[in-house]
């Protein structure tokens, strides 16, 4: 079944390793990866790089870990999976999905009444308050990692996606291992980048920072809804050339 970039098949090589990397920069960009770290940078009070790279750290070992479990599941099952991807019920399937999505994605990020403090907001306050207690041990915000990256593994299309192009290639186990944990290092790379600048100069990137994280707040919904609309399309068309469904059109 060719799904185009949904299917290692259809990349190899070089083409595989650039189109992963893409998907981890786009991952990267969620609020586990790098919201949550730039409010972490911005704590009142010394900088604490210790703890900071100890999340990011935390982060990239959940999902290395969640890859791991997803690529032995696919492993095992692989040829049953292709076999039911290749029926007409599974890709109609896929097409009412991929339609779904592509649909619920304009539906992202609307305007909705607050009755209270919001999400965003508690997340800020508990992860300002982990990283800048110093009598406080590590589990409190190796916690709020785990807790981030758990809320955030389903819904994070391009990792899954990641996940997919990998355990249909043509790499042996031990190399999508490695390849996986590049991908898992990729994803907290900007957060690291935005570390570093704000060790060299520290008063200069306070206002960079906190516009940074003030536009990934208010266009996090947004940013979500423009990811789950392209992965919707791409599931959708993919489906639909399968089914033939443009033939007539063509």
Do not use: H
């Amino acid at each position: 079944m060719d799904l185009d970039i949904l299917s290692g098949a259809a990349l190899t090589g070089p083409a595989l390793l650039g189109a992963l990397a893409l998907l981890a920069l786009v991952d990267s960009t969620s609020f586990g990866t790098l919201l949550i770290p730039t409010w972490l940078l911005l704590a009142p009070g010394r900088l604490r790089p210790g703890r900071i790279l100890i999340y990011l750290a935390t982060v990239a070992g959940f999902y290395l870990l969640v890859g791991v479990l997803l690529l032995t599941v696919a492993a095992t099952a692989m040829p049953q999976l292709m076999t039911l991807a290749a029926t007409p019920g599974f890709l109609w399937a896929q097409l009412v999905v991929g339609a779904a999505l592509l649909i619920g994605s304009f539906f992202i990020g609307g305007k909705r009444k607050q009755t209270g403090p919001g999400r965003f907001a508690r997340w800020r306050e508990r992860a300002v308050t982990d990283v800048a207690d110093e009598r406080g041990t590590l589990l409190p915000l190796m916690g709020l990692a785990v807790a981030a990256a758990a809320v955030e593994v389903a819904s994070m299309l391009p990792y899954l996606v990641g996940i997919g192009l990998l355990s249909t290639s043509e790499f042996d186990a031990g190399t999508r291992f490695l390849v996986l944990a590049g991908y898992c290092v990729v994803m907290v790379l900007p957060a690291l980048a935005l570390l570093g600048l704000r060790l060299v100069a520290a008063r200069p990137m306070e206002r960079p920072l906190a516009r940074l994280g003030a536009w990934m707040e208010k266009n996090a919904a947004e940013t979500t809804g423009w990811i789950v609309g392209i992965i919707g399309f791409l599931l959708a068309r993919a489906a639909a050339v399968e089914l033939n469904l443009f033939d007539g059109l063509l």
